[in-house]
């Protein structure tokens, strides 16, 4: 590995206000919320410290360099073209669908999702007036698909109106195919629903993977879907607030530009942002194979020794997704399990909808030390366990 990509140091985060660390005891590890204990790349540190440094942090405009920035990587990364005047400012992925699903939808609406699944999307659908309608993925075989038939039923009913698609899939990991993707937009599109297609872990996938964006598999499709991006997740930013949300079609784009939400990013989000997306690549390659090799230590490290915990099969982001059923646990126990027993803190597999019980999801995004530490904890709880049965 490369010396400036020491992904290995374990670097203290008790104490700085991380929501991950500083909200439970120091004696649980804590490998649930979506970020990683990796710095981000040196060029955004630097970017930042030397903004900092001019110690005047005043109302900003945007950088010249922002859209076309964002502009470039979706075309480099994901070969996807498109119009720098598409691009709209979030605070963040969830209050983008928030405000997007106000403007396609109206209260009483009906709104798929596909769980299971993260969890805000319920939230924001209720949020909104609508009515959630699940389209509850199929498990089979250690991996999950998309059920068609159910989703053309529910595409169907009059009364819906919004998709609220995850892409790639958080929690089960899943790259959806070009080919599925075209199918659930076709569906989509016959039956007049919108897509908003959240694609924030879009730039976590494995070497083997290809993500597709949606909106880039032809102009019909792109006509019915809305795009959020973010490189929170990529470049572990999530505390700067940054998200874009990527609106082709001018009539909706000056709706949400009418909404309450910020329209700019804060001085050192957009600065990160763009810094990230310019310069980041190098890191992000680095990134992926550590995650990967973390991928494979648990993988090994389950079947040798915990075969009753079963991974599924992902395909990207530096979440997994645990099938624990064979713990014989309910929700309640599963929780108190690995809290009490195993002194680890995962996401409850109940907590992301119909089809998560039994499961939890577990964060890779940190030193190999830390994960060997948290599996060989884990190892010791389920033996217990065992043995008191
Ligand atoms: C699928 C998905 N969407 C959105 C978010 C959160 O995005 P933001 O913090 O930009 O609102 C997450 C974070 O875990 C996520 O997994």
């Not at 649980?28 to 630097?46: L, N």
């Not at 915990?306 to 929780?335: F, H, K, M, S, T």
């Not at 948290?374 to 065992?386: E, F, I, P, S, T």
Request: proline share 5%; net charge negative; hydrophobic share 40%.
């Amino acid at each position: 590995m490369e010396p400036d990509f020491n992904f290995d140091r374990v670097i203290e985060r008790y104490g700085t206000d991380s929501i991950k660390w500083d909200t439970q005891g120091r004696d649980i590890i804590p490998m649930w919320v979506a970020d990683m204990d990796f710095e981000s790349p040196r060029e955004v540190q630097d970017a930042i410290i030397e903004r900092a440094g001019h110690a005047i942090y005043g109302y900003t405009v945007e950088s010249a360099g922002l859209k076309r920035a964002v502009v470039d990587w979706l075309s480099r990364r994901h070969n996807w073209t498109i119009d720098q005047d598409w691009i709209a400012f979030a605070p963040g992925v969830v209050p983008g669908i928030r405000v997007l699903l106000d403007i396609l939808t109206s209260p009483g609406d009906k709104v798929i999702v596909q769980s299971p699944v993260y969890p805000p999307f319920f939230r924001v659908t209720r949020e909104s007036g609508c009515t959630v309608l699940n389209n509850q993925l199929i498990y089979e075989n250690n991996r999950y698909t998309m059920d068609f038939a159910d989703l053309e039923e529910k595409a169907k009913d009059p009364q819906t109106t919004a998709l609220v698609l995850c892409s790639p899939h958080n929690p089960v990991g899943r790259v959806w195919t070009k080919d599925e993707l075209a199918t659930l937009g076709n569906i989509c599109r016959e039956h007049g629903v919108f897509i908003i297609s959240d694609e924030i872990h879009s730039d976590l996938v494995y070497k083997d993977y290809k993500h597709t964006p949606l909106a880039s598999i032809s102009d019909t499709l792109r006509d019915i879907t809305f795009t959020c991006i973010s490189p929170s997740k990529t470049f572990n930013l999530a505390g700067l607030k940054t998200a874009f949300v990527i609106i082709p079609d001018p009539e909706v784009m000056e709706r949400y530009e009418a909404s309450p939400l910020p329209k700019q990013a804060t001085v050192f989000g957009g600065i990160a942002a763009e810094v990230a997306y310019s310069q980041g690549e190098r890191w992000l390659g680095a990134l992926l194979d550590y995650i990967e090799g973390n991928r494979q230590y648990l993988k090994t490290y389950l079947r040798e020794n915990i075969p009753q915990i079963v991974d599924v099969e992902n395909e990207g982001l530096y979440l997994v997704w645990l099938d624990c059923r064979e713990l014989g646990l309910d929700a309640e126990g599963l929780e108190r399990f690995m809290l009490d027993k195993a002194g680890l803190w995962v996401n409850q597999g109940y907590t992301f909808g119909s089809g998560g019980e039994g499961f939890v999801r577990m964060n890779l995004g940190c030193p190999r030390s830390i994960l060997e530490k948290g599996l060989a904890r884990l190892h010791k709880a389920v033996n217990d366990l065992r043995r008191a049965m």
